[in-house]
């Protein structure tokens, strides 16, 4: 089991920046790929970012690329999702989870998954 747990989302303005962290514990968070999604009110999640084992890959959805980072610190057992130029459209609950897929993409299958945080933009 991998317990995830994320933290850091809250209110902000349009234009503004935030950074969400998940804290991993439980098995070895090196031996999982993690991603990162978010479900915006009245619609289906979605993927956001993913992030290979050793970070050496990152994947995103192309409308995110450049105002979204991925990253993870595998010393520390956490992953870190930092957003800038917020926009309204960016309000949601967003989730971190793990796969042991090797490639943490939109398809691969997760096998655990946080609670949530949310994230609201302010126009």
């Known amino acids: 089991q991998v317990q995830l747990v994320e933290s850091g989302g809250g209110l902000v303005q349009a234009g503004g920046s935030l950074r969400l962290s998940c804290a991993a514990s439980?098995?070895?968070?090196?031996?999982?790929?993690m991603g990162w999604f978010r479900q915006p009110p009245g619609k289906e999640r979605e993927f956001v970012a993913g992030i290979s084992r050793t970070g050496g890959n990152l994947y995103y959805i192309d409308s995110l690329k450049g105002r979204f980072t991925i990253s993870r610190d595998n010393a520390k057992n956490m992953m870190y999702l930092q957003m800038t130029s917020l926009k309204p459209e960016d309000t949601a609950v967003y989730y971190c989870?793990?796969?042991?897929?090797?490639?943490?993409?939109?398809?691969?299958?997760?096998?655990?998954w946080g609670q949530g945080t949310q994230v609201t933009v302010s126009s």
């Open positions: 439980g098995r070895t968070f090196s031996n999982y790929g």
């Open positions: 989870a793990a796969t042991t897929a090797i490639i943490a993409g939109r398809n691969s299958k997760y096998d655990y």
